[in-house]
Every structure is written in C-alpha cells, then in structure tokens.
C-alpha cells in the first residue's frame, strides 16, 4: 500500500508541474501578444497643446489628398528623408516595433489626440520619454503630412474638426465653408 502511496504522490507532483507549464506558458503568450492591451497603460487624454501649437491645424484640404497622404508615407518610412524613419520605432503598420513607442492602431487612444496635439508631439516630441522632437529635421509642413498619415492607422477617413474638438468624416463634411448668400 505504501508504494501505491507514492506512486500516487509522485503522479500528482507531475500533474502539477504540467499545470505550472501550461499557465506559464500562457503567461509568456499573453506577454508576447501584447495582452491584448496595446502595452501603453491606461487610456487617458494627453495634455493640451501650448499656445504655439493650440491654434494650428491640418491645412483643410490636405485631409482627403491622396499625395499628401503619400508624402506622409514616405515621410513616415524613411524614404523622404534617412535621418527620419518614425516606421523604426513606431512599425511600419503603426505597431510598435520598439518598446515605449505609441500603438497608433489603438483608435480609443489616438482618438483623445487634436492635430494641434499630434503635430506637437512629433514636432517637439514627448518628455520622459524616447519619443524626441523632429522640429530639427522636418519642416512644419512635413510634420502635418505625419500627421496624415499616422492618422490613418486607426482613423482613417476622419479629420480634426476644430469647432467641435472632436474627429469626424472627412468625406463627408466640407473643408471650407460655403460661400455666402447661397
């Protein structure tokens, strides 16, 4: 009886350790995965714009220009210019590829961003962080078509609207006013 005893022990010592490895492994998966979470903590707005940045926006037609958009690629990807390649840190689809970089897939968070904000960010970049400014490499003009095109990660087909503070359609609203009287 006594070996049955230990038989017994010993098979329950294995069943657990086989239960440890599965929840380990599960747990490195989760890990590798993201945790289905983005990696980037919880998700709150960032803060306002200084007054430099407040009152800038996205040139009203550049959101739905398919060039600018392109430019902002190329920009994006390091083509354009070398010593810029957001794609390196940030990844080529907006997933991060480095550790502390912004998941700009994650529309619940990039909706909190104004393009006064985003523009901001990349221009004069984030404080204790490794996201540093690019005001040094890139014209403002640039920093928009990022802008443009990092929004498409998960906003595609939205513009700021400064009236409302909010993203909205970009087809479907127009970029000027109408003219008077009509």
């Not at 998700?43 to 040139?59: C, L, R």
């Not at 354009?80 to 794609?87: A, E, F, Q, S």
């Not at 970049?125 to 443009?148: C, F, H, I, Y």
């Amino acid at each position: 009886m006594w070996s049955r005893e230990k038989e017994c022990v010993k098979v329950m010592k294995q069943m657990k350790v086989s239960q440890l490895a599965v929840v380990l492994g599960m747990g490195l998966i989760m890990v590798a995965c993201d945790g289905g979470g983005g990696g980037e903590g919880p998700i709150v707005p960032p803060p306002q714009a200084p007054a430099e940045w407040a009152d800038k926006h996205m040139p009203a037609a550049w959101w739905t220009d398919a060039a600018k958009l392109e430019e902002g690629r190329k920009l994006y990807v390091g083509e354009t210019n070398p010593d810029v390649n957001c794609g390196s840190c940030h990844g080529k689809d907006g997933k991060p590829a480095k550790a502390g970089a912004r998941d700009f897939r994650v529309s619940e968070r990039m909706n909190l961003y104004s393009d006064s904000v985003w523009a901001w960010r990349i221009a004069d970049g984030v404080p204790n962080t490794k996201m540093k400014g690019w005001k040094s490499k890139l014209s403002e003009d640039d920093v928009w078509k990022l802008v443009l095109f990092e929004r498409s990660f998960a906003l595609a087909g939205k513009r700021w609207d400064a009236e409302t503070k909010s993203w909205v359609d970009a087809a479907g609203t127009s970029a000027a006013p109408a003219p008077a009287g009509t």
